[in-house]
């Protein structure tokens, strides 16, 4: 049986999807881009900025499940830019902790409303 899981601590989908999906002892989330939730906007800045709010709104999903970012067993991220992938590790890194989750990180063409980033996650109860 698959639950929804939906917080207003992260931005509302904008189209039909749910934040994430628990089904058994999984959580699946959707692409989460940097979108502020109080404002309903990208925040500004560069790709640092945008990685960071890109996992708090992971992290508040997460949060609503009853987990936390250790719990997280696989990431997704995709980038505008690959250009930008040591600046969007180093605050990747600082969301984690060892034994990391496993991860891919692939350029993409663009990304929904111009975003620089969007990372999905997988974590377990």
Do not use: C, H, W
């Not at 959580?27 to 906007?41: A, C, K, L």
């Not at 945008?50 to 009853?66: D, F, Y």
């Amino acid at each position: 049986m698959k639950k929804v899981i939906s917080t207003q601590q992260a931005p509302a989908a904008i189209g039909p999807y749910s934040q994430a999906i628990q089904v058994g002892n999984l959580v699946y989330t959707s692409g989460q881009i940097p979108i502020d939730p109080s404002t309903g906007f990208l925040v500004e800045g560069g790709i640092k900025e945008q990685t960071r709010q890109s996992l708090l709104n992971v992290k508040a999903i997460l949060e609503e499940a009853g987990l936390t970012m250790g719990n997280v067993v696989k990431t997704t991220v995709f980038m505008a830019d690959m250009n930008d992938f040591a600046d969007m590790n180093a605050v990747y890194a600082s969301f984690f902790t060892e034994p990391y989750p496993a991860r891919s990180a692939v350029a993409v063409k663009t990304l929904p409303k111009g975003a620089l980033v969007e990372i999905e996650v997988i974590a377990f109860q």
